[in-house]
């Protein structure tokens, strides 16, 4: 039983389109997170939610919209996507949001648009 | 704000060789530290972390220690096997934050 699951595990999309990924954790933790990583493998945090309330926003473009609709569940819809979209997006659930547990992660979805 | 700075890869090593990744970091307060690592074409797995000054995380025959007067949490493993190479990434807890900061992550090449 896969303990933080993501799907698709790729996408492959042209510009323009909106696409939604979605991510499921089995943990029972309180927290999950939005990660993008791009080609030099650098990560950057997106969002997070801890029992379905949003608690981080970073600079991300508006396109861009998280939804929890409960704490074992978090996708993130991206709309009109651009070229510069293309990256990995990791999910990543902790037990709640003292991160000092450290963190469970999917195993990723790759978007690549065209 | 609050950085992680690991040394750039790619680091190439042959089978039972020492190795080290230095990381170091930059925060306010008393952060936790993390060594996480990802195989190819998977997600990120944590494989030690150490939660105050001179704690030693070790898994896995990885060990790194938190040196608070260096601001230090260089990962060491004293014989690799050609399964260890990943990409390696040291990472930090911001304090009084919610998230976890990351290196820029050091790929790692085992040589049989």
């Known amino acids: 039983d896969t303990a933080v699951s993501q799907t698709p595990k790729y996408l492959v999309t042209q510009m323009g389109n909106d696409k939604s990924i979605k991510c499921e954790q089995n943990l029972g933790h309180d927290t999950m997170y939005w990660y993008k990583q791009d080609s030099k493998k650098f990560l950057k945090i997106m969002f997070s939610y801890n029992n379905k309330e949003l608690i981080i926003n970073e600079t991300v473009p508006n396109r861009f919209s998280p939804k929890s609709p409960d704490k074992a569940h978090l996708n993130l819809h991206i709309n009109s996507l651009e070229l510069g979209d293309s990256a990995v997006y990791f999910c990543a659930s902790s037990q709640d949001r003292n991160v000092n547990y450290g963190y469970t992660f999917g195993s990723g979805t790759r978007l690549t648009v065209v | 704000g609050d950085s992680v700075t690991q040394m750039e890869g790619p680091v190439t090593l ?3 060789a020492f190795l080290t990744i230095n990381c170091t970091y930059t925060a306010t307060g008393y952060p936790s530290l993390f060594w996480y690592v990802q195989y190819p074409g998977e997600g990120l797995q944590l494989l030690l972390k150490a939660t105050k000054a001179d704690d ?4 896995k025959g990885f060990e790194a220690t938190y040196r608070k007067e260096t601001t230090s949490f260089h990962l060491e493993k004293g ?34």
Do not use: H, M
């Open chain 2, 56 to 59: 030693k995380g070790s898994n």
């Open chain 2, 14 to 16: 042959s089978e039972e």
């Open chain 2, 79 to 112: 014989s690799v096997q050609v399964s260890d190479s990943a990409v390696y990434f040291c990472a930090l807890s911001s304090t009084g934050g919610f998230k976890t900061i990351f290196g820029a992550g050091t790929r790692l090449f085992v040589k049989a």
